[in-house]
């Protein structure tokens, strides 16, 4: 009985990664036959949209097998979820042909405003309908805070280090200011108005493949292999948007950078079983790797640079791979998760 489970999470597995990866790589394919004759705002719309590939694959495949054990107020909200998709999918298609400079105000309207109805739906949910997908605002909101300001001192820390060893200038100083300045009020109105993009990829990759994979390869072994494939589904990024002068350095430093953060948000989701937590701190980490960067999403240009960079992640992040909750590895309380 043990075996067949088994081999039915690793067959769900597989199909959500070919669903995922087939449809990244060939909008990755679009990307990169077309990202030279875009401005700079309408390439980065590739990256937002492609932020809701692994919930739409996930939701796919849920529907189709779990529909009957669903209650209706679920069914509702990924039908919404997938019409919303084929939206923003459209959007950016016509977008990047016809209406270039229409591309990022129609997004940003169609993200405002799913996300609000989703966020009224999920808060006003007294029959915890949402809990079957561990979407429950209030449940443990005090650790989720904890976890989120660990991760801002570890970013900190981080860029201290950097700039002691590169140096750094007023402008990347004044970056960081601002975007430590701007995060109590930008993160509240990302949760509100913008939290449906985090929950595109949280949903996909700690939702639903964190517990699956733990299953099969154990808590840190599968926690790490979710951060490679994580890394690796950035790869039509990585060489077009992300790394457009040192795409080599920014397909390296992907793979390592997301298992890092995939083990400290592998830990927050096993704390606190809520996927708020994982889309709270996604949301931090991008608004740090934006906004004190000046805009830009990757900042790495020389081979020193990635190896410094990948060594001071190690050291910050790979010991919270032994924190309590990784060490039961025991598969029977995992897949109580699913």
Known sequence: MKEDYLKEVKKEVIGILIIIFSITYFMGIILFLVYKNLDKSAGQYFALVQMLYPAFAVICVKLYYEKE??????????KAYILFFVLSMVVLLVG????????????????????LIAFIKIISDKRRYFEDINMVFNKKLETITL???ILIGLILISFGILACVFGTSSHQIRNLIGAIVSLPIMLPLNIIMGFITY???EFGWR??????????????LGVILLGVIWGIWHLPLCVTLYGTTTPICSIISYPFSCTFLAIFFGLAYMKTGNLWSTII?????????????????????????????IAIQAVLFVPFLFAKEYRNNKSKELSKSL
Do not use: C, W
Not at 96 to 115: A, C, H, Q, R
């Open 207 to 220: 939702g639903y493949l964190q517990p699956r994979l733990q299953i099969l390869f154990g808590k840190k």
């Open 199 to 201: 929950f595109g990829e």
């Open 69 to 78: 054990k669903m209650s209706k107020e679920l069914i509702n909200f990924f």
């Open 147 to 149: 976890m989120a300001l």
């Open 281 to 309: 701190l996604h949301m931090v980490n991008n608004s740090f790797a934006v906004t004190a960067n000046g805009g830009q999403y990757n900042v790495i240009t020389t081979p020193k640079d990635l190896i410094i960079g």
């Open 96 to 115: 990047i042909f016809v209406y270039k400079k229409y591309i990022e105000s129609v997004l940003n309207i169609l993200i405002g405003v799913f996300s």
